[in-house]
């Protein structure tokens, strides 16, 4: 078995050596590793086209869902750095954690859309918003699903999520791929 020393490579190793096993389901919907690390892929050349690198932000709002883990390892397999928002939150929390992130990509979940224009003229940092049900599967099925090769370290940032701010403004709490 592969060494897995990072967030990229929980889906580079089993996406080859469990390809066929089931990795998500969710309700009627599922996922194999290999359909997994396909669309991660994708995800990965999408967000890189966004003009998303190495250590980037890229912001999620929703609830739980496949979506978030071909967002999640498609960040991971360029070197970028997820950003969890906590969709309980009002719109100018979200707003503040999205431009204090300085993510460049915002995923939101149909739910959320109401929110999105509510701050969307205020992000100062958003390039790219993709809403999931919209344009998300023609734009993922826009690039391939080639793995763009990029190496993590351990000490690289993978997951960025936002204290309660019970003393003030949320702060960022930043996840190595050594604390996964």
């Known amino acids: 078995m592969g060494a ?17 096993s089931a990795a998500l389901i969710a309700g009627q919907r599922s996922l194999t590793w ?13 967000l890189r086209s966004a003009g998303v690198g190495s250590q980037d932000r ?35 929390e979200v707003e503040f954690i999205v ?36 344009d998300y599967e023609s734009e993922l099925a826009a690039h391939p699903a080639d793995d763009p090769g990029v190496v993590q370290a351990a000490d690289d940032v993978a997951f960025q999520v936002y204290s309660s701010g019970t003393t003030g403004r949320p702060k960022g709490v930043m996840l190595t791929n050594s604390n996964f």
Not at 67 to 89: P, Q, S
């Open 99 to 134: 431009n204090d992130s300085q993510a460049k990509v915002l995923v939101v979940g149909p739910d959320f859309v109401p929110v999105l224009e509510a701050i969307r003229p205020n992000l100062t940092s958003v390039n790219r918003v993709l809403v999931i049900g919209d």
């Open 34 to 46: 290999g359909d997994l690390y396909g669309r991660a892929c994708r995800m990965a050349n999408l």
């Open 58 to 92: 890229v912001a999620f709002l929703d609830k739980n869902g496949i979506e978030h883990f071909e967002v999640f390892y498609g960040a991971a397999l360029i070197n970028a750095v997820i950003v969890d928002v906590n969709w309980r939150l009002a719109a100018p």
């Open 4 to 20: 897995i020393r990072t967030v990229a490579d929980i889906i580079r190793v089993h996406g080859v050596e469990k390809a066929d």
